[in-house]
T-cell receptor, first 111, second 113 residues
Framework: TQLLEQSPQFLSIQEGENLTVYCNSS?????LQWYRQEPGEGPVLLVT?????EVKKLKRLTFQFGDARKDSSLHITAAQPGDTGLYLC???????????FGSGTKLNVKP | ETGVTQTPRHLVMGMTNKKSLKCEQH?????MYWYKQSAKKPLELMFV???????ENNSVPSRFSPECPNSSHLFLHLHTLQPEDSALYLC????????????FGEGSWLTVV
């Protein structure tokens, strides 16, 4: 079983639509990262959220860390084909360098 | 440019070959990792090194042999691999200790024929 559950697993939408990806756990994390990965490439860090309730914006992407530091969401406004990729969340443990990854959300934005 | 560089980016090897993957990080981190990513599977942690010492081996077969000569370099030596070992191998680094961020390299695509 995955410590971090991501949903949905797959998402295919039209350009211009909005979407939200969720990352949920019953465990508390020190911080949580979101990555975007293209086929055959390594995951690229988008954001790290640290404080419970924190909201960070990166252009059309909005990231939120849950108040209890157990979950997070990624919202994309007006999706573009360039947003296509695999989105991964990762929770960082408090006391040692251990990271728990979700299984990913594969996003396809059609022109 | 993530600060973590992997070479080669692509590798095709026969089952009897010996090859190595190389990783170098320029972020001043003291922890390095090898992950395996296969199609339709989540990221699988293979090895963790903290301050050059191996602190985690996630039941990886001995045909994969890691080496960490210093905090900036990490190798994965490959010997008598199987076709099912074909995957994207990702190197990553972070600061040791809790609450940090992990950064990935571009990955090495390995095909075993």
């Amino acid at each position: 079983t995955q410590l971090l559950e991501q949903s949905p697993q797959f998402l295919s939408i039209q350009e211009g639509e909005n979407l939200t990806v969720y990352c949920n756990s019953s465990s508390v994390f020190s911080s949580l990262q979101w990555y975007r990965q293209e086929p055959g490439e390594g995951p690229v860090l988008l954001v790290t959220v640290v404080t419970g309730g924190e909201v960070k914006k990166l252009k059309r992407l909005t990231f939120q860390f849950g108040d209890a530091r157990k979950d997070s969401s990624l919202h994309i406004t007006a999706a573009q084909p360039g947003d296509t990729g695999l989105y991964l969340c990762a929770g960082a443990a408090y006391n040692f360098n251990k990271f728990y990854f979700g299984s990913g959300t594969k996003l396809n934005v059609k022109p | 440019e993530t600060g973590v560089t992997q070479t080669p980016r692509h590798l095709v090897m026969g089952m009897t070959n010996k090859k190595s993957l190389k990783c170098e990080q320029h972020l001043g981190h003291n922890a390095m990792y090898w992950y395996k990513q296969s199609a339709k599977k989540p990221l699988e942690l293979m090895f963790v090194y903290n301050f050059k010492e191996q602190t985690e081996n996630n039941s990886v077969p001995s045909r994969f042999s890691p080496e960490c000569p210093n905090s900036s370099h990490l190798f994965l030596h490959l010997h008598t691999l199987q076709p099912e070992d074909s995957a994207l191998y990702l190197c990553a680094s972070s600061q040791a200790g809790g609450g940090n961020t992990i950064y990935f390299g571009e990955g090495s695509w390995l095909t075993v024929v």
